[in-house]
DNA sequence: TAAAGAAGTAACTAGTTAGTGCGTTAAATG
DNA sequence: CATTTAACGCACTAACTAGTTACTTCTTTA
């Protein structure tokens, strides 16, 4: 409908570019929905950022609620794509796993946003994802891929039997998730500074031998 | 200041009561937070539900804010008072942990407005918390608690040595509060319904589990 | 019982905020 | 080059929202 002889031109930057336009107010958006949650952030404070106009917000998403779905969505997108690309298949199922909670930490730490959206999304009870198709099909391939994982590795006798993958899963999240999005309570509940770089260190490797030693046989 | 010779007097119900007021602002309050998060809540809504008329938040608690702050300040006092009664000091090393990793499960359970209080907090970097001496006290009990627990278990030969209590306590918290605050977008992620009374049953023994291995030698 | 002080209320203000109506201008198309 | 289509922007509104002003009513105490 938008253009099919037009497919990537980026021939002459254009001074009227929809695409353009659409991934500038994407991005303006995920960071003010990041920082003040859905209810905190202002469309015209997203239009400003984005160098558009408040207008071009309600052409293009309809609503600041259509406008939040699509930055969730995308969110998500991001992190199981990232996910399928670590090929964790090709390595031994110990490797595997220490790579999935080293890159799940990683992605929380590079991506503070994602944690803030994940949070804002959970107050309002889930009703924006829970309208996409597309995010249910990309999880049910991460779960499953830990399944693999887990399947593998009590054929090679290296983890035991009886582990839930969903289980694994969250816990996965959990140790790397709650650190970091509680990272300026934390750091005063346990008067210590949470995000300093050894602080960081000790952490991920705590959250290896959590995960582990959880697994091991 | 308010009424020394007044003190608990309870003898007829009084038409006016200041502390009744207080108290029933302060139970909306967290209510309302907790379901919209410190931006999404709204004043007129706190008042409405407490009974009471709005000018009464401003004479009692400054500014919307400091509504928050004390909600907030209550929210933490009550689960640390709460850890403190368990008297975890007067079991063994094993049965100590076991308690505290279920009594914070279901205190998560009981209270989910204090999960989301705390990521209302976090998204606004702790701001509220910081001002607060008497939450950086009453959290040093509860590390101290868990430090003694493991230092107990090291000696009778129970727990492995070198368990950082700080990342222990952690860690406690964050495989319960991972999975209960994100309980809505899990629901979706995992396709599989996570407040269901078997679902809670099998989280709270896999959290056990996960904790257990993790300090045994 | 009169005076003082505290508890409580209605109505208002000044500033925001999501969302729109309507016109303008650039680019594609025939 | 004329016409259509899509991108873009100004200026507005109707509803809302934190906080306040000015007042009434109840309770305590000298």
Same mark, same amino acid.
């Given at each position: ?6 497919? /990537? ?5 254009? #001074?009227?570019?929809?695409?353009? *336009? ?19 952030? !202002? &469309?015209?404070? #997203?239009?400003?950022?984005? /160098? =558009?106009?408040? !207008? ?14 699509? &930055? ?8 199981? @794509?990232?996910?399928? /690309? ?7 199922? *110990? ?27 959970? +107050? ?7 309208? @996409?198709? %597309?995010?249910? &099909? @990309? @999880? ?8 693999? #994982? ?16 969903? $289980? ?18 934390? *750091? %005063? ?7 300093? /770089?050894? =602080?960081?260190? $000790?952490?991920? $490797?705590?959250? %290896?031998? *959590?995960?582990?030693? +959880?697994?091991?046989?």
């Amino acid at each position: 409908m938008t253009g099919e002889q037009t497919e /990537k031109p980026a021939r002459k930057p254009r #001074i009227r570019d929809a695409e353009a *336009t659409k991934a500038r107010i994407l991005d303006a958006a995920k960071k003010e929905f990041a920082k003040n949650g859905l209810g905190g952030a !202002r &469309v015209d404070d #997203i239009a400003e950022k984005a /160098k =558009a106009n408040k !207008r071009m917000i309600y052409h293009y998403f309809e609503s600041k609620e259509g406008l939040f779905q699509t &930055v969730l969505e995308d969110a998500y997108l991001d992190i199981r @794509s990232a996910e399928q /690309k670590l090929h964790l298949e090709d390595l031994d199922p *110990t490797a595997a796993l220490e790579k999935l909670v080293r890159f799940t930490w990683e992605y929380y730490l590079k991506n503070p946003e994602f944690l803030t959206l994940v949070n804002s999304e959970n +107050l309002h009870r889930a009703k924006h994802l829970k309208k @996409s198709e %597309i995010i249910k &099909v @990309s @999880s049910r391939k991460l779960v499953n891929l830990v399944s693999s #994982i887990l399947e593998r590795g009590v054929k090679a006798g290296v983890f035991r039997d009886g582990v839930d993958p969903v $289980q694994l899963n969250i816990t996965i999240a959990a140790v790397g998730y709650y650190y970091l999005t509680n990272r300026f309570t934390g *750091t %005063i509940i346990y008067e210590r500074d949470l995000m300093a /770089k050894d =602080a960081l260190e $000790q952490r991920i $490797q705590f959250n %290896i031998e *959590t995960i582990m030693r +959880l697994v091991t046989v």
